[in-house]
């Protein structure tokens, strides 16, 4: 249903940074884990880093030091900034998040990490 909207992908390169941001009702953003997921052509999507409403963070090794997750409370927006990035992180990047037992993803913004 679409709830969640990605943005801030794009074509950069090898060593650079992007930061992707991801808007949300505040019923699925305000109570609940969010996170960010990637999908590399030909690969299952992954989890790449996710946020509770706590602001406890958890990232999988391969970002892990590269990339932080953030919420920003009062703007009902998710955001990844990712440096240092790599050709594997190539990828579209969907976010994530929750409405009691509901489930919610983005339709994914796409990053390309290419001289």
């Known amino acids: 249903q679409e709830a969640l909207v990605e943005s801030g992908g794009g074509l950069v390169q090898p060593g650079g940074s992007l930061r992707l941001s991801c808007v949300a009702p505040?019923?699925?953003?305000?109570?609940?884990?969010m996170a960010w997921y990637r999908q590399a052509p030909g690969k299952q999507r992954e989890l790449v880093a996710q946020i509770s409403s706590l602001g406890t963070t958890y990232y999988s090794e391969s970002v892990t030091g590269r990339f932080t997750i953030s919420r920003d409370s009062a703007k009902n927006t998710l955001s990844l900034q990712m440096s240092e990035l790599r050709p594997e992180d190539t990828a579209v990047y969907y976010c994530?998040?929750?409405?009691?037992?509901?489930?919610?993803w983005g339709r994914g913004t796409q990053v390309t990490v290419s001289s």
């Open positions: 994530h998040g929750n409405r009691g037992i509901q489930e919610f």
């Open positions: 505040e019923e699925i953003f305000s109570r609940n884990v």
